[in-house]
């Protein structure tokens, strides 16, 4: 790795690099450990990875780019897969993502869609809903006083809830949760990755159809709102990018969520002293989960693509370069965090970068929020005990988006169940 020179006396044309494949096993095993190197040595670095791309792993500058859209552009183009818009994942993934990979101002027509249903106001008011998935998935394995608290609980709530708000029969959740689950932590080229695109592919017909039918028959659903939503030409928007922007919403509620409630079960476990006090103090769920957010990072990176020559955290960059932003590195960073690797539940301030920033920050973020602390008190309050089993835990293979498990096989004293039922629509 090159060392940086003072600022004077920088020549901006070298490059510091860095050897980092995030979808590597060694990536999964220490991304801390990675993430704090990279922001002490290099906050902005190229590795050659996936065909070359700029790391940014320093919290000012991610920030910086997260802010200026226009330069760090979110596109794909799909018509040139060989050219430079190469969208936000990396390696790119081959199928339409919108609006996450769409620039204003076309992004602002699907994302002011998505604003109303996921705004913080609607994402209160579906407390008493989460609330009730999570007491019925509880009461399904409260009894037995074993469990495995992501295939049981925390894969389950979050699908259910998002399949809710879409307005898809919140049976199927695992119709749609699998697939996601399987793509989000195969690494690319893989057999299970290929599994996983296929899986993608019949989900997606599954939700076009569902679009389609709403077209005709609205159902006051947020597929309802997409899909018979107008331009400014008032034509309805195109059913491609529409069943996309669905697919966009499954994909995003059904994966973070889990992965943060997952992870801030696992850290409770091994901290019971704070377990304990989160159990006291219920009231300190919603701060607990901020931190929760910036020290465990659920979603790690997300790339863009720069439009024009450009300098960042003092390195220049290219018009086409590839650029991917470390969340899991920037919110370590000691610049803007006191003591960044300590877990504090009660930090405040918390200006972390887990939901991203600038116009395309996370649009379910408020909606994650009131899932996890609901999601935790719960579970804190009904079994509260729990002790997970180590050594049959599974984590992802790789963590190149979402941190995350596959399985995570817990015991605890049985308790009674409470006699929660299974709403059958997010209305009831």
Same mark, same amino acid.
Not at 98 to 104: A, G, S
Not at 183 to 197: C, D, K, N, Q, R
Not at 268 to 278: K, V
Not at 375 to 383: G, S
């Given at each position: 790795?090159?060392?940086?020179?003072?600022?004077?006396?920088?020549?901006?044309?070298?490059?510091?690099?860095?050897?980092?494949?995030?979808?590597?096993?060694?990536?999964?095993?220490?991304?801390?450990?990675?993430?704090?190197?990279?922001?002490?040595?290099?906050?902005?670095?190229?590795?050659?990875?996936?065909?070359?791309?700029?790391?940014?792993?320093?919290?000012?500058?991610?920030?910086?780019?997260?802010?200026?859209?226009?330069?760090?552009?979110?596109?794909?183009?799909?018509?040139?897969?060989?050219?430079?818009?190469?969208?936000?994942?990396?390696?790119?993934?081959?199928?339409?993502?919108?609006?996450?990979?769409?620039?204003?101002?076309?992004?602002?027509?699907?994302?002011?869609?998505?604003?109303?249903?996921?705004?913080?106001?609607?994402?209160?008011?579906?407390?008493?809903?989460?609330?009730?998935?999570?007491?019925?998935?509880?009461?399904?394995?409260?009894?037995?006083?074993?469990?495995?608290?992501?295939?049981?609980?925390?894969?389950?709530?979050?699908?259910?809830?998002?399949?809710?708000?879409?307005?898809?029969?919140?049976?199927?959740?695992?119709?749609?949760?699998?697939?996601?689950?399987?793509?989000?932590?195969?690494?690319?080229?893989?057999?299970?990755?290929?599994?996983?695109? $296929? !899986? =993608?592919? @019949?989900?997606?017909? %599954? #939700?076009?159809?569902?679009?389609?039918?709403? *077209? /005709?028959?609205?159902?006051?659903?947020?597929?309802?709102?997409?899909?018979?939503?107008?331009?400014?030409?008032?034509?309805?928007?195109?059913?491609?990018?529409?069943?996309?922007?669905?697919?966009?919403?499954?994909?995003?509620?059904?994966?973070?969520?889990?992965?943060?409630?997952?992870?801030?079960?696992?850290?409770?476990?091994?901290?019971?002293?704070?377990?304990?006090?989160?159990?006291?103090?219920?009231?300190?769920?919603? $701060? !607990? =989960?901020? @931190?929760?957010?910036? %020290? #465990?990072?659920?979603?790690?990176?997300?790339? *863009? /693509?720069?439009?024009?020559?450009?300098?960042?955290?003092?390195?220049?960059?290219?018009?086409?370069?590839?650029?991917?932003?470390?969340?899991?590195?920037?919110?370590?960073?000691?610049?803007?965090?006191?003591?960044?690797?300590?877990?504090?539940?009660?930090?405040?301030?918390?200006?972390?970068?887990?939901?991203?920033?600038?116009?395309?920050?996370?649009?379910?973020?408020?909606?994650?929020?009131?899932?996890?602390?609901?999601?935790?008190?719960?579970?804190?309050?009904?079994?509260?005990?729990?002790?997970?089993?180590?050594?049959?835990?599974?984590?992802?293979?790789?963590?190149?988006?979402?941190?995350?498990?596959?399985?995570?096989?817990?015991?605890?004293?049985?308790?009674?169940?409470?006699?929660?039922?299974?709403?059958?629509?997010?209305?009831?």
């Amino acid at each position: 790795m090159e060392a940086h020179q003072p600022d004077a006396v920088r020549d901006l044309t070298a490059r510091p690099t860095i050897e980092l494949d995030h979808h590597s096993a060694d990536y999964r095993d220490r991304w801390q450990e990675i993430s704090d190197g990279n922001v002490a040595a290099c906050p902005v670095a190229h590795t050659a990875a996936y065909g070359g791309t700029w790391v940014v792993s320093g919290y000012e500058p991610l920030v910086e780019a997260l802010r200026d859209h226009a330069v760090f552009s979110s596109f794909q183009d799909h018509t040139d897969p060989a050219g430079p818009m190469r969208g936000t994942s990396n390696p790119p993934i081959p199928y339409l993502n919108v609006p996450q990979e769409l620039d204003p101002p076309l992004h602002t027509v699907y994302r002011r869609l998505l604003n109303g249903p996921l705004s913080p106001e609607q994402s209160r008011r579906r407390e008493p809903f989460i609330r009730q998935v999570t007491a019925a998935c509880l009461d399904r394995f409260t009894e037995k006083g074993q469990a495995d608290l992501v295939a049981e609980l925390t894969n389950p709530v979050p699908a259910i809830v998002t399949l809710g708000i879409l307005g898809v029969p919140l049976t199927d959740w695992e119709r749609y949760a699998g697939p996601i689950h399987l793509l989000t932590y195969s690494p690319p080229g893989s057999a299970t990755w290929t599994e996983a695109m $296929t !899986a =993608v592919g @019949e989900m997606m017909a %599954v #939700l076009g159809a569902l679009v389609v039918a709403r *077209r /005709t028959e609205p159902a006051g659903d947020l597929i309802s709102v997409l899909a018979t939503a107008t331009g400014d030409d008032g034509e309805l928007l195109p059913l491609d990018h529409v069943i996309s922007t669905a697919g966009l919403v499954v994909a995003g509620g059904v994966d973070t969520t889990t992965a943060l409630v997952s992870h801030a079960l696992h850290w409770l476990h091994r901290h019971p002293a704070e377990r304990d006090r989160l159990i006291a103090d219920p009231g300190l769920l919603p $701060t !607990a =989960v901020d @931190e929760f957010l910036r %020290v #465990l990072a659920p979603v790690q990176f997300m790339s *863009r /693509t720069a439009t024009r020559d450009v300098e960042l955290g003092g390195q220049r960059i290219a018009a086409g370069e590839r650029v991917m932003l470390a969340f899991a590195a920037a919110n370590r960073d000691p610049a803007a965090f006191e003591c960044p690797a300590e877990m504090r539940l009660d930090r405040t301030p918390n200006r972390h970068v887990a939901f991203g920033s600038g116009v395309h920050r996370c649009v379910g973020a408020h909606l994650a929020k009131v899932e996890a602390v609901v999601m935790l008190d719960e579970i804190l309050r009904r079994i509260p005990d729990y002790v997970i089993d180590e050594q049959g835990t599974q984590h992802y293979p790789s963590i190149g988006a979402i941190n995350g498990f596959i399985g995570m096989p817990a015991s605890f004293t049985p308790t009674p169940a409470v006699g929660a039922v299974f709403p059958e629509s997010a209305g009831g």
